[in-house]
DNA sequence: ATAAAAATTTAGACAAATCTAAAAAAAATA
DNA sequence: TATTTTTTTTAGATTTGTCTAAATTTTTAT
């Protein structure tokens, strides 16, 4: 039913993905930077992802998944977050390891070898990172999370998962002793920066930017 | 110390590394039957693994693996053979099953992964159609098996490995009930067409081309 | 030893994905 | 509204791995 399609191009299908979670078209520049991409290459290929059917794409307009597209898509992420949750809880690699090597595993297309490595791993819901993965037939758990910069003064809330996929960001966390389930409470905010001084775990007190603090997605905690 | 080699590259090596075993070297033609592609696209990839240090190559006369050739095909094979045991015994893929996508997994090249997945496999030494598995340094046990089309009449002998690894002739043994450690026997040779006549697992009698008996591997039985 | 056959390499072309530089369209600004 | 700036596309070139057809070298057979 789904096209066979080359490493490159699921790369864009699961960069404009990233790109459209609000329904708007994705441009062309947005694409050719989180792909690290000349806009020129980006240009080239949306034709032809067109033409597979895709994405609808409209000259000097932008892009968007076709519903097709979409399965497509989260078939991708499908296996990114299964092997991502398999190389952490299986074979002992750090949060902050997994994504690297599941960006090489996500390309092995077969149905049967993803289907049977869910129920090897227990039909597990969320990776490492707390992100929901897709099942069988792309359904996805939408979660209703606060970014961490909008939570109030005082309020202990529950770390649920992590917006920025990056090693950096995971490595900056780990020093911080925020993992998934951390419970964090906002001591202050200053206005200067945005950023804020909060208590981790109960007990530790530390700094957090803005940036980070739009990074980390958590849910009240009782 | 090993180069970053493409897909294209690795799948190149691994076939020199199967034609090679006897020391002598590689013609361009049957390079070029074994991975498909015309004999002129293989002698310019010799050129440009020649350049890598990845084989010695001399116009019309064939090519061998450098010693450095030797050590990327041996952990070429060492993730082949550890994704195919981890695609039996863990995900419970059935043995004919397992090559072709142990043929994609393989060419994803972080060490650390394959350490990590060697160690939660508990360091297995053989792979399902009993290869041996090198270990981190390239290391390989070498086996000193009989091919079943050289074992004399009324001799107890048990299957120990596959020679060839097609789909096809898996899924010929299986209709047979012939696995690894089936005990064999033949029974008749018909010099005609050097088919066999073989008693397997104790009871059953089956036939046996001469292709199949070339790829059939056994041990001498107590 | 010489001619015929087989194997291998060279030459030139092609498809996929990329690039830079220039042109064109859309958006922002005056 | 006219002009400038930004975004996007077109044009033409590059790299990797492939192909076919022709030329060359090696091997085989007479």
Redesign the interface.
């Not at 059917?53 to 399965?71: E, F, M, P």
């Given at each position: 039913m789904l096209l066979n399609l080359s490493y490159t191009e699921e790369n864009y299908i699961k960069a404009i993905y990233r790109l459209e979670q609000d329904g708007k078209p994705v441009n062309t520049n947005d694409l050719s930077e989180q792909l690290r991409t000349a806009a020129a290459s980006v240009t080239d290929m949306l034709k032809k992802l067109k033409q597979k059917k895709i994405v609808h794409y409209k000259a000097y307009y932008g892009c968007n998944l076709t519903d097709n597209g979409r399965k497509h898509a989260l078939m991708i992420i499908r296996r990114h977050r299964l092997w991502e949750y398999f190389?952490s809880k299986?074979?002992?690699?750090n949060w902050d390891?997994v994504h690297?090597?599941a960006e090489?595993?996500e390309h092995?297309?077969?149905t049967?070898?993803i289907n049977?490595?869910d129920a090897?791993l227990g039909y597990p819901r969320f990776d490492p990172h707390g992100d929901p993965i897709p099942d069988e037939q792309g359904h996805i758990i939408k979660l209703q999370n606060k970014l961490l910069s909008a939570v109030p003064l005082h309020t202990p809330v529950e770390v649920v998962q992590i917006g920025d996929q990056s090693a950096n960001i995971l490595e900056l966390l780990n020093e911080k002793n925020i993992r998934i389930g951390t419970i964090l409470e906002i001591r202050k905010r200053f206005s200067y920066d945005q950023s804020l001084e909060i208590k981790a775990g109960g007990k530790q007190i530390t700094q957090i930017s803005k940036e980070l603090s739009q990074n980390i997605l958590v849910q009240e905690h009782e």
């Amino acid at each position: 039913m789904l096209l066979n399609l080359s490493y490159t191009e699921e790369n864009y299908i699961k960069a404009i993905y990233r790109l459209e979670q609000d329904g708007k078209p994705v441009n062309t520049n947005d694409l050719s930077e989180q792909l690290r991409t000349a806009a020129a290459s980006v240009t080239d290929m949306l034709k032809k992802l067109k033409q597979k059917k895709i994405v609808h794409y409209k000259a000097y307009y932008g892009c968007n998944l076709t519903d097709n597209g979409r399965k497509h898509a989260l078939m991708i992420i499908r296996r990114h977050r299964l092997w991502e949750y398999f190389l952490s809880k299986k074979l002992g690699f750090n949060w902050d390891e997994v994504h690297d090597i599941a960006e090489e595993l996500e390309h092995v297309g077969s149905t049967s070898l993803i289907n049977k490595l869910d129920a090897f791993l227990g039909y597990p819901r969320f990776d490492p990172h707390g992100d929901p993965i897709p099942d069988e037939q792309g359904h996805i758990i939408k979660l209703q999370n606060k970014l961490l910069s909008a939570v109030p003064l005082h309020t202990p809330v529950e770390v649920v998962q992590i917006g920025d996929q990056s090693a950096n960001i995971l490595e900056l966390l780990n020093e911080k002793n925020i993992r998934i389930g951390t419970i964090l409470e906002i001591r202050k905010r200053f206005s200067y920066d945005q950023s804020l001084e909060i208590k981790a775990g109960g007990k530790q007190i530390t700094q957090i930017s803005k940036e980070l603090s739009q990074n980390i997605l958590v849910q009240e905690h009782e």
